[in-house]
């Protein structure tokens, strides 16, 4: 009888593993804001910020902060509208201007927003600067970082079968981030097509309920391809551009999605 029993019992273990792996995948189903395309998401809310928030501390400490007073009064000026408009949960908003000739600019879970000295050449204005910003912002709302998390530890779960553990970490993401280190979910600079395109439209909506004429963005990503295109034999090409490749259909489609912009856009007229 032992023996009869205990066959069909091993032959259901990779069958039972895999059900954990399909509830896991569904109980880590979100919905991202605006747009409503559902998304894997192994990372708490609370996770992303508090992990967010301990790499800023990092961040602050490496780099030296602006004394530009002008580039400071701009970023608070458009952070702070923009901050009443763009749902971060569990924000702690911080807008620090960076000294580096770069032009770059990164948002963290948890509301904190660094911005290189040297994005400012290429913002012109507070427009420029809510494109940027509502851009990078939009990626922390979208949680793409932690979707781009997730989708890899699947992949590594599928191959190992480690759905079971992932079934017992639950929601926590436990698994993820030890998989992969606290630093590679606010890391994760490398953002796929479809989180661009979706960042461009989120962050064209922020920036039209904050009061900027979401047209700007257009003119702001028009003058990146510029700059790339003058710079890009130089042998140090910032992350910003590397991982944002300014193309003809990025902007295109940015330009296809204004009318929904300009919908929400009440200021300026
Ligand atoms: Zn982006």
Known sequence: MKSRSSAPLSALVPAVSCLALVITLVACTTTVPETGRKQLNMISPSKE??????????IRKEKPISTNATYNATAQRVGRKLSLVMPVPNAEWEFVVFEDPTPNAFALPGGKVGIHSGLFQITKDDAGLAAVMGHEVAHVVARHSGERLSQNVVAGAIVTGAGYAMNRDGRDGALATAALGGGALVATRSFSRQQELEADQMGALFMARAGYDPRESIGLWERFAAWKNQNGQASKMPQF?????????????????????????KGGR
Not at 49 to 58: N, R, T
Not at 241 to 265: F, G, N, Q, W
């Open 241 to 265: 551009l590397s991982t944002h490749p300014v193309d003809e259909r990025r902007i295109t489609e940015l330009r296809a999605y204004m009318p929904k912009a300009m919908a929400e856009y």
């Open 49 to 58: 910020a508090a992990l967010g928030l301990s790499e800023f501390q990092k």
